[in-house]
């Protein structure tokens, strides 16, 4: 069975750091992108990161770019997101998810339809 856990997950204060990582099993990871998510309270689900599955094309969703860093490392089938500066906005569950192929594009990657295996979300929560 296809499955994606997510984990790393805490409460950090602002301007802290976390890092998130998302285990996969059961397919062959280093034949897909992986995209990060995340759903505050009370909102929509919001696309953060996603990277392809060589790792040379990563994607940014304006309010994280240049504090998030998205990473892989295929032959641990592990994706992690490297999470600095961290604000009160950025409090969510965060969800990993396979995109539906290896290459997304700058059209395709935000778009939740385009993934087709979630895994069980980590709570991440940024308060003083």
């Known amino acids: 069975d296809v499955q994606l856990q997510a984990s790393g997950g805490g409460l950090v204060q602002p301007g802290g750091s976390l890092r998130l990582s998302c285990t996969a099993s059961g397919f062959s990871f280093n034949g897909y992108a992986v995209g990060w998510f995340r759903q505050a309270p009370g909102k929509g689900r919001e696309a953060v990161s996603c990277i392809n599955s060589s790792g040379g094309r990563r994607f940014y969703a304006a309010s994280v770019k240049g504090r998030f860093t998205v990473s892989r490392e295929n032959a641990e089938d592990t994706v992690y997101l490297q999470m600095n500066s961290l604000k009160p906005e950025d409090t969510a569950v965060y969800y990993c998810?396979?995109?539906?192929?290896?290459?997304?594009?700058?059209?395709?990657?935000?778009?939740?339809?385009?993934?087709?295996?979630w895994g069980r979300g980590t709570q991440v929560t940024v308060s003083s």
């Open positions: 998810a396979r995109f539906l192929g290896s290459n997304p594009i700058t059209s395709t990657w935000a778009t939740p339809v385009q993934y087709d295996f």
